[in-house]
């Protein structure tokens, strides 16, 4: 059976070049969006952004017309 490539020193292979790039993307990636949302710059995003017409108890008004009851 045929051993896994080792460098000359016997320590096996380091980690694949599109590993290291994907973990320094992502850590880029993070940090802007941490800094976006520290310093304000993000602008309001969120839930409440789209719910900014709503009362303060939260009910939401039903599309559908109520049945009148029989008289």
């Known amino acids: 059976m045929a051993e896994p ?37 993000a602008g309001d995003h969120g839930p409440q952004r789209h719910l900014s017409g709503m009362p303060a108890g939260g009910a939401v008004a039903s599309a559908v017309a109520p049945v009148p009851s029989p008289a």
Do not use: E, N, Q, Y
């Not at 320590?11 to 070049?17: E, I, K, N, V, Y």
């Not at 320094?24 to 976006?36: P, T, Y």
């Open 5 to 41: 490539d080792r460098s000359p020193t016997g320590a096996p292979p380091g980690m694949p070049r599109w590993v290291k790039i994907s973990a320094v993307v992502a850590g880029l990636l993070l940090g802007l969006f941490l800094l976006l949302k520290l310093t304000g710059l």
